[in-house]
C-alpha cells in the first residue's frame, strides 16, 4: 500500500478505538507493515518495514489532545 493508517485504542481495555487515521503517504513507494511502538510513557515510535518510515511523536499529537 501507499499509506500507514493508525486506529487509537481508548483507556478502556480495548473496548472502543478511535476511527483510523492516514499517518503517512508515499505516492513514489510503498508503506507497508507497520510498527507502532511506545518507547515511554506519551512517546511513540513509528515504523514500517517497507518504506523507510521512521517517526518518533508525542501520543498527544497523534490522538489530537
Known amino acids: 500500500g501507499h499509506h500507514i493508517t493508525v486506529p487509537y485504542v481508548?483507556?478502556?481495555e480495548g473496548k472502543t478505538w478511535t476511527?483510523?487515521?492516514v499517518f503517512a503517504t508515499n505516492k513514489g513507494s510503498r508503506?507497508?507493515?507497520p510498527h507502532v511502538?511506545?518507547?515511554e510513557p506519551?512517546?511513540?515510535w513509528?515504523?514500517?518495514m517497507?518504506?523507510?518510515l521512521?517517526?518518533?511523536l508525542p501520543e498527544a499529537e497523534l490522538v489530537g489532545n
Open 50 to 52: 517497507q518504506g523507510l
Open 19 to 21: 476511527d483510523p487515521q
Open 42 to 44: 506519551g512517546k511513540l
Open 54 to 56: 521512521r517517526v518518533e
Open 10 to 12: 481508548y483507556e478502556d
Open 46 to 48: 513509528i515504523t514500517t
Open 37 to 39: 511502538f511506545e518507547v
Open 31 to 33: 508503506l507497508s507493515y
